[in-house]
């Protein structure tokens, strides 16, 4: 009955789009893509909206239509990042809008490149290639200091792939990371975001990466979410459940899914931010676990939270002023 209700409701979105052109500025195909999941698909977790035209979600919104107090807050998030030791990337999950300052910088992403390795470990789970109740073993080898709680076990004991996948995503376990990439193989990984027309640079396990790239990550997971599967839900739920949320939560409005990672002076971070029109911010910095890093990342998200509103308001408004041809 609810794929049903899901088939009516894309044969609706795809009707609507078929019969009616707007002018505006276009948006890439992954965004349509995203934005017909999004109006046809309905969520557990997620506030039902009632769009008020295909224009609001296939179209992206102009900058010359933006109010001056949406020019003044976008100008406002980037003034954050007048300095070199920090960079960020927000993106609008629906159409596509972006926010950005030296997004295409590359840095160590440190544990950030789990969340590529978890949605691979998933998809191939999703095709009958993985069996996630497989058990691997850990052994001295894959020994890591820092987070996680499978550096206390005994070597020997063995663990699920399913186990290790939570492990990493909510409690960035260094070594179930180790012992998961010992099965994947980074190669492996590489290959299959390079066939999605994604590069993933793996100078160790972990690699680089840019906020660009962070948000990449983070669209294809949310599109893998729409998809509806137990293991794309379970993903995100436990990114909803990772480890080290105050870094970014400043209030209960929305859910939010995030992958941190923190190494010596670096600490970034990957969040899907659950609000009625969802967006992605990532943001990596070289200012270490410090108060100054907490400020920063709060501070962005407040600032992109009452911009994404604010967008949506004056987006939905300049929407309602195009009179749709009919071809």
């Known amino acids: 009955m609810e794929i049903k209700k899901a088939l009516i409701l894309l044969f609706g979105v795809l009707f609507l789009c078929a019969c009616f052109t707007y002018k505006g500025e276009e948006v890439g195909q992954g965004s349509h893509v995203l934005a017909t999941l999004y109006k046809s698909v309905n969520h557990d977790d997620e506030r039902e909206t009632n769009t008020s035209s295909a224009c609001a979600l296939l179209s992206s919104f102009p900058e010359d239509k933006f109010s001056e107090q949406l020019k003044t807050m976008k100008v406002e998030i980037i ?6 030791k920090a960079a960020f990337t927000y993106e609008n999950l629906i159409d ?3 926010i950005s300052k ?6 160590y992403a440190a544990s950030v490149n789990k969340l590529p390795a978890a949605v691979y470990a998933y998809r191939q789970a999703d095709n009958g290639k ?3 109740n497989k058990e691997l073993v850990y052994e001295p080898r894959h020994y890591h200091n820092g987070a996680g709680i499978v550096k ?3 070597f020997g004991t063995k663990y699920k792939i399913s186990e290790l996948l939570e492990y990493i995503i909510r409690y960035s376990d260094n070594a179930a990371y180790d012992i998961l990439v010992d099965e994947l193989k980074t190669d492996n990984i590489r290959e299959y975001w390079i066939n999605l027309g994604y590069d ?9 990466m840019s906020p660009n790239a962070g948000s990449l990550y983070a669209k294809e997971i949310y599109k893998y979410y729409l998809d509806g599967s137990y293991n794309a839900k379970k993903l995100v739920s436990d990114m909803k459940n990772s480890a080290d949320m105050d ?3 400043f209030d209960d409005s929305y859910q939010v899914g995030h992958k941190y990672g923190s190494f010596e002076e670096h600490y970034n971070d990957v969040a899907i931010v659950f609000a009625e029109y969802p967006y992605s911010i990532t943001i990596m ?17 407040k600032l992109l939270q009452q911009f994404n509103n604010q967008y949506w308001i004056e987006k939905q408004n300049y929407c309602k002023t195009i009179k749709p041809s009919i071809n």
Not at 200 to 208: K, L, Q, R, T, W
Not at 286 to 296: A, E, N, P
């Open 130 to 132: 993985l069996d996630l």
């Open 79 to 84: 003034d954050l990042y007048n300095t070199n």
């Open 102 to 107: 030296n997004g295409d910088r590359e840095d």
């Open 285 to 301: 910095s070289t200012m270490g676990d410090t108060v100054y890093k907490d400020q920063l990342f709060l501070k962005t998200h």
């Open 152 to 154: 206390n076990s005994a």
């Open 200 to 208: 993933i640079i793996y100078n160790d396990n972990f690699g680089n």
């Open 96 to 98: 596509g809008y972006t």
């Open 247 to 249: 870094t970014i939560k």
